[in-house]
Nanobody
């Protein structure tokens, strides 16, 4: 059974940092396209970052480039999102997602993803 479990969310002041984790069970994370998404109240779910399994490339939304970093720990089968210089506009529920096709690329849109975590809340406020 495939499971994705996010953790690491919380409340921080603008300029602060958080590291989100996505622990995966049921498949080997390294071989599948994976991504981070977020959804703020009243807004559509948007792609934040992703890693392609076919070439190992990582991709970021323009709004987070230079501030967020995505990575994988293969030994722990866990994906991370290091978020620095957080802004109030980053406030949202953050989700991790994975594709079911082996050696798949990734995308910053929700449609290709087959598995989703339950989400973790990130609040940036002074």
């Amino acid at each position: 059974q495939v499971q994705l479990v996010e953790s690491g969310g919380g409340s921080v002041q603008p300029g602060g940092s958080l590291r989100l984790s996505c622990a995966v069970s049921g498949f080997t994370l390294y071989y599948y396209g994976i991504g981070w998404f977020r959804q703020a109240p009243g807004k559509e779910r948007e792609g934040v970052s992703c890693i392609s399994a076919d070439d190992g490339s990582s991709h970021y939304a323009d709004s987070v480039k230079g501030r967020f970093t995505v990575s994988i720990d293969s030994g722990k089968n866990t994906m991370y999102l290091q978020m620095n210089s957080l802004e109030p506009e980053d406030t949202a529920v953050y989700f991790c997602a994975a594709r079911s096709r082996i050696y798949s690329d990734c995308a910053l849109r929700p449609i290709p993803y087959d598995y989703w975590g339950q989400g973790t809340q990130v609040t940036v406020s002074s």
